[in-house]
């Protein structure tokens, strides 16, 4: 081969230029993986193809396998760690859990956390105004039940309202706040988990099969009261709840009260004889008259002792407290009710079996009377109410008739929201 860097003008002009080489057959041969080169011992520029020798076959090959296998043993061993390290971190999060569920302290989780506790969401329980219930578990003995909030409800206060409330409560007849999760705009509230709903399915009388008893009616009655009384009383501050009903009693596997949804509840001193609120708030039926109208006297705790024996009535009557339907306004009022019933000396309810059963029913009924009176003065006070449920039920008095006046004027639950709100015109007052 010769390297030219120029050809000389004449030539083109008085020669002509013939330039040829020969091909190279190495072409197809290095695509079928042989060595292209120079034949030996040949005086003639030629190529010419040979097969590779196992050795470099051999080399090649193992080159390729041995980089495929470096890079799934390290896939692996990275697999192995990342798996070691959520294990870890699992194992570390659930000893941190136990360790607050026996120190009775709630716990924040992420939106993650929530969504592997719930199974992605899978088992719904329930769905209220605020939010929607589902059910959890930690370990096959711990199960918890989630309330996811509505983000579109509110500003947050009722989540404060409920994580503030019930990080402070640890009494028997109050459901456990196991943890919460403000993660962004989603939140959640994760309890205990209570295997047999409400006391609001065990209390019509439409189900025959599912009336308890009217000694653990009794029992539950008594269970309520104790939880309220503790709220009042038993801690730092005085909670009021300002939404007792039987949807917010919850009942575990033995049919024990809890009173859950703290949503609405508020905070005082214990020597604090009456609180402001710029709204009525509770659920139509139980909310106290106070609560509609300053006219009745001041909100307070006994505002709480209303919405009890409103609860304790409908225990009693194995009927709602309140249908705000056009076709039930001229019905009589439901306390009412139950008050002729007494007066008359008549059976309460149609499960009464024997006068042991009546005893109950009475006694249930009287103290609800008492709790419900118009003027919160005249109402009992929490622990009045346990020691009247503990005593002897012949040995109580009936209260004051609280239908015989007509001035103020009574509220009718029965009437539709709007009738309601033309009778009473709330008073309000800043915070």
Not at 165 to 179: A, D, F, S
Not at 185 to 205: C, G
Not at 317 to 334: L, P
Request: charged share 25%; aromatic share 10%; glycine share 8%.
């Amino acid at each position: 081969m010769y390297s030219v860097s120029s050809v000389p003008f004449y030539i083109w002009r008085s020669h002509s230029l013939q330039l040829t080489w020969s091909g190279s057959e190495c072409g197809g041969g290095e695509v079928k993986g042989k060595n292209c080169r120079f034949e030996e011992n040949s005086t003639d520029v030629r190529t010419e193809c040979k097969d590779k020798g196992i050795l470099t076959k051999i080399v090649i090959t193992g080159s390729s396998l041995g980089s495929f296998l470096l890079i799934l043993v390290v896939y692996a061993l990275y697999r192995v760690y990342r798996y070691d390290k959520i294990e870890k971190e699992n194992q570390a999060r659930i000893e941190m859990f136990l360790e607050d569920y026996r120190a009775l302290k709630p716990t924040r989780y992420s939106y993650n956390d929530v969504k592997r506790i719930t199974n992605q969401f899978t088992e719904k329980l329930g769905q209220g105004a605020y939010g929607t219930v589902f059910k959890g578990k930690f370990s096959n003995e711990i199960h918890v039940a989630v309330k996811i909030l509505n983000s579109s409800k509110g500003n947050g206060e009722e989540f404060i309202n409920e994580v503030g409330t019930m990080g402070r409560i640890h009494h028997v007849n109050v459901v456990r706040l196991v943890g919460f999760c403000a993660d962004g705009f989603r939140r959640a509230l994760v309890y205990e988990f209570l295997p047999n709903d409400s006391l609001e399915k065990f209390i019509s009388s439409v189900d025959s099969n599912r009336f308890l008893g009217w000694e653990k009616l009794q029992d539950i009655g008594l269970g309520i009261a104790k939880g309220i009384e503790y709220l009042h009383q038993g801690c730092d501050q005085r909670i009021l709840h300002f939404d007792i009903k039987p949807h917010n009693i919850l009942l575990d596997q033995n049919f024990n009260p809890k009173i859950s949804d703290f949503g609405l509840a508020k905070l005082c001193a214990k020597d604090q004889s009456a609180v402001s609120m710029t709204t009525a708030r509770g659920t139509m039926g139980y909310i106290a008259p106070e609560v509609f109208s300053r006219n009745f006297g001041s909100v307070s705790y006994k505002s709480d002792v209303y919405s009890f024996g409103i609860l304790l009535l409908e225990m009693v009557g194995g009927r709602k407290n309140v249908d705000v339907t056009m076709e039930n306004t001229s019905q009589i009022y439901f306390p009412e009710w139950i008050y002729n019933l007494l007066e008359e000396k008549e059976d309460l309810r149609v499960y009464v079996e024997d006068n042991e059963d009546a005893t109950i029913a009475k006694k249930l009924a009287i103290v609800g009377l008492w709790c419900i009176q118009w003027h919160p003065v005249d109402r009992p006070s929490m622990k009045v109410v346990v020691q009247m449920l503990e005593g002897e039920g012949d040995k109580l008095t009936m209260p004051p008739n609280p239908f015989a006046s007509t001035n103020p004027t009574r509220i009718n639950v029965s009437m539709p929201a709007r009738r309601l709100n033309q009778e009473l015109e709330a008073i309000l007052e800043s915070e």
